[in-house]
T-cell receptor, first 116, second 112 residues
Framework: GAVVSQHPSRVICKSGTSVKIECRSL??????MFWYRQFPKQSLMLMAT?????????EQGVEKDKFLINHASLTLSTLTVTSAHPEDSSFYIC????????????FGEGSRLTVL | QQQVKQSPQSLIVQKGGISIINCAYE??????FPWYQQFPGKGPALLIA???DVSEKKEGRFTISFNKSAKQFSLHIMDSQPGDSATYFC???????????WGLGTSLAVNP
């Protein structure tokens, strides 16, 4: 299947700092990428839908000023957690859709964020 | 309200046995039903997916059975192996937007 690369895989930061997570589709162009958050032993929670060249669409309850999403190219979307706090500690996962109408979703390996 | 209900929450199977995980949905607009496998600390990986125009799809040891009238679909893992031990998620989405609605997951342990 297609490859989605996510970086960094792990990041530890101090409270109040900002952290950027990158999501790249390596062998295909992705017009749509999704960002998820997953707590231990729980399901994936969709945070936002990222469309290339336009503003991201955030799910209800997700602070768009807290979680900045940029989808500047067909192969790269970034999630920036601004002014991170310990409650933002989580596993963040991106996925990219291959194709437009019937493309499958492929997921990155996830990024474990720990805010001290 | 959980739009996609997954059961069981956890499952223990002996090596060589059949693992069966079930999902039920409510929204008749759903028309894409994938199953994902997730190992600890990793992102989910697509195992197999089905659309409602077929009742069964098989890929290797993995089979999806789909019952449109009952609004249920299930994953069968034949000849289960210890390497299959992981968390499995069913999901569903309407149309082509791939905005998935996820089940809560099933933790599968295959004993050697």
């Amino acid at each position: 299947g297609a490859v989605v690369s996510q970086h960094p895989s792990r990041v530890i930061c101090k409270s109040g700092t900002s952290v950027k997570i990158e999501c790249r589709s390596l062998d295909f162009q992705a017009t749509t990428m999704f960002w998820y958050r997953q707590f231990p032993k729980q399901s994936l929670m969709l945070m936002a839908t990222s469309n290339e060249g336009s503003k991201a669409t955030y799910e209800q309850g997700v602070e768009k000023d807290k979680f900045l999403i940029n989808h500047a190219s067909l192969t790269l979307s970034t999630l920036t957690v601004t002014s991170a706090h310990p409650e933002d500690s989580s596993f963040y996962i991106c996925s990219a859709r291959q194709g437009v109408n019937t493309g499958e979703l492929f997921f990155g390996e996830g990024s474990r964020l720990t805010v001290l | 309200q959980q739009q996609v209900k997954q059961s069981p929450q956890s499952l223990i199977v002996q090596k060589g046995g059949i693992s069966i995980i079930n999902c039920a949905y409510e929204n008749t607009a759903f028309d894409y039903f994938p199953w994902y496998q997730q190992f600890p600390g990793k992102g989910p990986a697509l195992l197999i997916a089905i659309r409602p125009d077929v009742s069964e799809k098989k890929e290797g040891r993995f089979t999806i059975s789909f019952n449109k009238s009952a609004k249920q679909f299930s994953l069968h893992i034949m000849d289960s192996q210890p390497g299959d031990s992981a968390t499995y998620f069913c999901a569903a989405s309407p149309g082509n937007n791939r905005k998935l609605i996820w089940g809560l997951g099933t933790s599968l342990a295959v004993n050697p």
